[in-house]
C-alpha cells in the first residue's frame, strides 16, 4: 500500500524557515512526479512546487526563490525547503503523487496524497 506522510509543521514568525518532509513508501507509479500543495482556510489547494521523474522542478511564482522541492536519491523522502516565510505562506501543506514524469502544479493529476501538516505563519 501507497502511503505519503507528511511531517515538519509548525509556527513560525515571518521572515523564519521551515522544512518539511514527506516520508514516501511503496512505489507509487513506475514513472511519477510528486509534489508540494496547499491550503489555507476558505481557499482552493494550490499548488506550491512539484518536481518529476528526472528531477525537473515547478514553482508557484508567489514561493519562487523562497521555497525549494528536493528528494532524496532513492526518492524515499521529499522535502520542501520554505524560507522567508510571510502569513500568507500559511495552510496545510499536503504533499502528493500522481501519474506523470513531469512534475506539475495542477492538483487534479495526482491521484495519491498525504495527511497533511499545519504551517502557521505569524506577523
Known amino acids: 500500500q501507497v502511503q505519503l506522510v507528511e511531517s515538519g509543521g509548525g509556527s513560525v514568525e515571518a521572515g523564519e524557515s521551515l522544512r518539511l518532509s514527506c516520508e514516501v513508501s511503496?512505489?507509487?507509479?513506475?514513472?511519477?512526479?510528486v509534489g508540494w500543495f496547499r491550503q489555507a482556510p476558505g481557499k482552493e489547494r494550490e499548488g506550491v512546487a512539484a518536481i518529476g521523474q528526472w528531477d525537473t522542478t515547478r514553482y508557484a511564482l508567489s514561493v519562487k526563490g523562497r521555497f525549494t522541492i528536493s528528494r532524496d536519491a532513492d526518492k524515499k523522502t521529499l522535502y520542501l525547503q520554505m524560507a522567508s516565510l510571510t502569513p500568507e505562506d500559511t495552510g496545510t501543506y499536503y504533499c502528493?503523487?500522481?501519474?506523470?514524469?513531469?512534475?506539475?502544479?495542477?492538483?487534479?493529476?495526482?491521484?495519491?496524497w498525504g495527511q497533511g501538516t499545519e504551517v502557521t505563519v505569524s506577523s
Open positions: 502528493a503523487a500522481g501519474p506523470r514524469e513531469v512534475g506539475s502544479l495542477y492538483p487534479r493529476i495526482y491521484t495519491i
Open positions: 511503496g512505489y507509487p507509479y513506475r514513472r511519477y512526479c
